[in-house]
T-cell receptor, first 112, second 114 residues
């Protein structure tokens, strides 16, 4: 399967704690993207990391990519209640014609 | 404001009654696509379009049609809806090919087919 697999499926933490979610995959990729989805709403792009990059930051978000292990992690530091959402990794492949393939997501709950 | 607009947001219909979900983007994006999202299955691509008059099937195209007569619009057509098409639908667009570009999503259309 080309689909990424997020782990854990669900995560519940207290406000102020860090949240880490992982994405593993099986095939070579051109890039990996992370998206957030608030309940029943559209997905919002968070970060794109290319296969030749190892780490990227955006505000409280840090994404790492290890192509040798075929895995990526998304770290949200100092979580807030507003971070409660589902987070999806999406795989982009070397052929630009191939659409992004989304995983099934990690459901994050941040408790105030 | 850059956005992807879907209409309607909610739709309840009956089996066999043709319907169209509209999608419009104001970012002059070449690439547009439709996804459906179902519990436990994640997002699955239905159809995509790389430019005007160029469309192709995604992973789950059965029972759906699309057209791309204008760059900004990409309607999804269900000629004869069935209950297994009850789902949450998203339209998305990107500048450049989907595999390497950031996708911008609409707010979603929740469809119930009775």
């Amino acid at each position: 399967s080309q689909q990424g697999e997020e782990d854990p499926q669900a995560l519940s933490i207290q406000e102020g704690e860090n949240a880490t979610m992982n994405c593993s995959y099986k095939t070579s990729i051109n890039n990996l993207q992370w998206y957030r989805q608030n309940s029943g709403r559209g997905l919002v792009h968070l970060i794109l990391i290319r296969s030749n990059e190892r780490e990227k930051h955006s505000g409280r978000l840090r994404v790492t990519l290890d192509t040798s292990k075929k895995s990526s992690s998304l770290l949200i530091t100092a979580s807030r209640a507003a971070d409660t959402a589902s987070y999806f990794c999406a795989l982009g492949f070397n052929s630009g014609n191939t659409p992004l393939v989304f995983g099934k997501g990690t459901r994050l709950s941040v408790i105030a | 404001e850059a956005q992807v607009t879907q209409n309607p947001r909610y739709l309840i219909t009956v089996t066999g009654k043709k319907l169209t979900v509209t999608c419009s983007q104001n970012m002059n994006h070449e690439y547009m696509s439709w996804y459906r999202q179902d519990p436990g299955l994640g997002l699955r691509q239905i159809y995509y379009s790389m430019n005007v008059e160029v469309t192709d099937k995604g992973d789950v195209p059965e029972g759906y049609k699309v057209s791309r007569k204008e760059k900004r619009n990409f309607p999804l057509i269900l000629e004869s809806p069935s209950p297994n098409q009850t789902s949450l639908y998203f339209c998305a667009s990107s500048q450049g090919l989907a595999g390497v570009a950031i996708q911008y999503f609409g707010a979603g259309t929740r469809l119930s087919v009775l």
